[in-house]
């Protein structure tokens, strides 16, 4: 199973900007998706966006669309989440997965990192 270690979470103020990373062990057609998910405090935990390693697809929740953007860096394994003009409603742990499928909101993957609080102050 791939490990997966995240980093890069933190306190921002409302506007601000963060970057999240993610490190994979090591990629196969078993994790050939990689991506976000995250979880509020008395909420479900739910897609934020993901990339295919095989094809250029990318997939982003409507939440976050136009304000997230994710990419990777193939030579180490690290798949980044910037996220620019962060609203107090993005306060979550938020998780890197990774898994075989294909980067869309119904994604369901198999491996998880630890997770990585992002608290969003207005």
């Known amino acids: 199973q791939v490990q997966l270690v995240e980093s890069g979470g933190g306190l921002v103020q409302a506007g601000g900007s963060l970057r999240l990373s993610c490190a994979a062990s090591?990629?196969?057609?078993?994790?050939?998706?990689m991506g976000w998910f995250r979880q509020a405090p008395g909420k479900e935990r739910e897609f934020v966006a993901a990339?295919?390693?095989?094809?250029?697809?990318?997939g982003y929740a409507d939440s976050v669309k136009g304000r997230f953007t994710i990419s990777r860096d193939n030579s180490k394994n690290t798949v980044y989440l910037q996220m620019n003009s962060l609203k107090p409603e993005d306060t979550a742990v938020y998780y890197c997965?990774?898994?075989?499928?294909?980067?869309?909101?119904?994604?369901?993957?198999?491996?998880w990192g630890q997770g990585t609080q992002v608290t969003v102050s207005s």
């Open positions: 997965a990774a898994g075989s499928g294909s980067p869309a909101p119904d994604w369901a993957p198999g491996s």
């Open positions: 090591r990629r196969t057609f078993g994790n050939s998706v």
């Open positions: 990339l295919s390693w095989i094809v250029s697809s990318t």
